[in-house]
């Protein structure tokens, strides 16, 4: 939506986080198979899309939040199961996680402090 709305520069910034968001599935994915379990990747998460900017952003300041309560819970799991590899992996994730929700927050900062339009002037580079 962004790329259509002449926000080249949003683009490009969201292109590369969901990148790094199907990267990160591919790394768990490859972990559980060397675990010798059985991926399920036909249960995903709700997506929510914003009809605006704004809306997005908050929408995947949401989404990074999930993600990072579920890495978190998961790292503990894993420290207590002795899994380190497991462990590795997910701290691995959760550091991109907080980078993601680190920009969104700035994101939104930008919008409220120079108001929406400004914004999005500074999204078409």
């Known amino acids: 939506m962004c790329e259509n709305w002449g926000y080249k520069h949003l683009h490009e910034v969201q292109q590369k986080r969901a990148i790094d968001e199907m990267k990160h599935a591919e790394k768990v994915i490859a972990r559980i ?6 991926p399920i990747v036909s249960k995903l998460n709700k997506i929510s899309i914003g009809a605006d900017v704004d809306k997005q952003h ?27 590899g497991k462990r590795e992996l997910l701290e691995s994730i959760l550091v991109d996680e907080e980078n993601h929700i680190d920009w969104i927050e700035a994101q939104l900062d930008q919008i409220q402090q120079m108001g929406t339009q400004n914004y999005l002037v500074e999204q078409t580079d």
């Open 33 to 38: 198979i060397f675990l010798e379990g059985r």
């Open 58 to 84: 908050k929408n995947d300041w949401k989404a990074e939040e999930t993600a990072i309560k579920v890495c978190n819970a998961d790292i503990r799991l894993a420290v207590e199961l002795g899994d380190n």
